[in-house]
């Protein structure tokens, strides 16, 4: 219940609310892509610090568990926020306001699901490492996603 309805949702908003108040606004969003792009940014960024801050916190475990940090969760920060950035930049270029909040809902509600679901896995010690399947396959969906807003890019060659 804490991976979903506490952990997941405040870890999202918090990567969430820096592209939307530092870049959203900005010129340079100017294309769905941008919302992939800069929510991947604060993803890394997010990681980062939390890693660092584990390790930090938890001197006699650094390494095993620091590796598998850096291997599992770096990409699975940016696979989660990943599925809100689509969202994102789908919402930027829609002209409806209610059309553009439900798309960025949409992105919110799978990035918790799926970022509740590893923190489960994560924390169960039995299960963790069907975390990794479960990146792949989310991974997957999200490359489909960042292909389709690909395809429609104003910037396509």
């Not at 590893?118 to 960042?146: C, E």
């Amino acid at each position: 219940v804490i991976c979903f309805l506490v952990l997941a949702p405040i870890e999202e908003f918090f990567k969430y609310s820096v592209v939307k108040v530092f870049i959203y606004p900005k010129e340079q969003f100017d294309e769905p892509m941008d919302g992939v792009v800069y929510m991947a940014a604060a993803a890394v960024g997010f990681s980062a610090i939390t890693n660092v801050m584990y390790l930090v916190q938890n001197p006699d475990n650094t390494s095993i568990v620091g590796i598998l940090r850096g291997i599992l969760a770096t990409p699975a920060h940016v696979i989660f926020s990943g599925f809100i950035g689509v969202q994102l930049g789908k919402a930027k270029f829609t002209a409806s306001y209610l059309q553009a909040g439900s798309r960025i809902v949409k992105g919110f509600v799978i990035a918790i699901l799926l970022h509740g679901l590893y923190n489960t896995l994560i924390f169960s010690k039995i299960l963790t490492f069907a975390a990794i399947p479960l990146l792949v396959v989310a991974g997957y969906f999200l490359l489909r996603q960042i292909n389709q807003l690909n395809e429609v890019s104003p910037f396509k060659k």
